[in-house]
């Protein structure tokens, strides 16, 4: 028998990929949710994620839901509460990426930025082909002290960090159609 983290069902998304739930993430997805329904600051979120996961660890019996699934449990969760145009806001749990800039700098080579960039280019591509519209990118400090090749943070370590998170935003706002004619569609960009 396989066990899941914290005994919870995995969300199976439409290209058959599964993925661990995670609270942190569904209460950024719905804040955003929240402010494309009119709520700029709605402090509900982490409350509706914590139950959300709460009522997931109810589920023994289900060691895997699909993204269709899980999307309609949180819309009907959102209406029960009073508000369901937060639920009409919230997409669909499919798909999302969480994406290792560790990873990549070490497919990339110790030294390499270059590699790095392409590669970090290609993977955000394939978030945006696979219509994602939440990508996590993690471990940023790591990856900026491997590709300087640094124990220690130093001033270039500050200038890679800025000019990491600058390629990602100017590149997903580029290719999503973001030069000045507004954007073809949303993608919540988080970067740690």
């Given amino acids: 028998m396989i066990g899941f983290r914290d005994a919870l069902p995995v969300i199976v998304l439409r290209d058959r990929r599964a993925i661990a739930f995670d609270r942190g993430w569904l209460a950024r ?17 982490p409350h509706v ?5 709460e009522w ?8 895997a839901m699909s993204a269709d699934t899980f999307t309609r449990a949180v819309r009907e969760a959102l209406k029960a509460i009073g508000f369901p145009e ?10 999302f990426a969480r994406i290792s800039l560790v ?17 970090l280019d290609s993977r955000l591509r394939e978030v945006l082909r696979t219509g994602g519209s939440y990508c996590e990118l993690h471990s940023l400090g790591q990856c900026v002290k491997l590709l300087r090749q640094r124990r220690h943070w130093s001033s ?3 200038d890679l ?32």
């Avoid at 994620?49 to 996961?53: D, I, K, L, M, Q």
């Avoid at 997931?56 to 060691?63: C, G, H, N, Q, V």
């Avoid at 960090?161 to 569609?185: K, N, P, Q, S």
């Fill in 103 to 119: 990873e990549i700098a070490q497919q990339a080579g110790n030294g390499f930025e270059l590699a790095f960039f392409a590669a």
């Fill in 49 to 53: 994620a914590e139950s959300v996961h």
């Fill in 161 to 192: 960090r800025a000019e990491i998170v600058a390629f990602a935003r100017r590149h997903t706002a580029h290719m999503l159609g973001d030069a000045g004619t507004g954007r073809a569609r949303d993608l919540f960009l988080h970067v740690t």
């Fill in 86 to 95: 937060i639920g009409v806001c919230f997409e669909e749990a499919s798909p």
């Fill in 56 to 63: 997931l660890r109810t589920l023994t019996d289900r060691p």
């Fill in 29 to 45: 997805v719905l804040s955003l949710a929240a402010k494309r329904a009119g709520h700029t600051d709605w402090p509900l979120a």
């Fill in 156 to 158: 270039g370590c500050d």
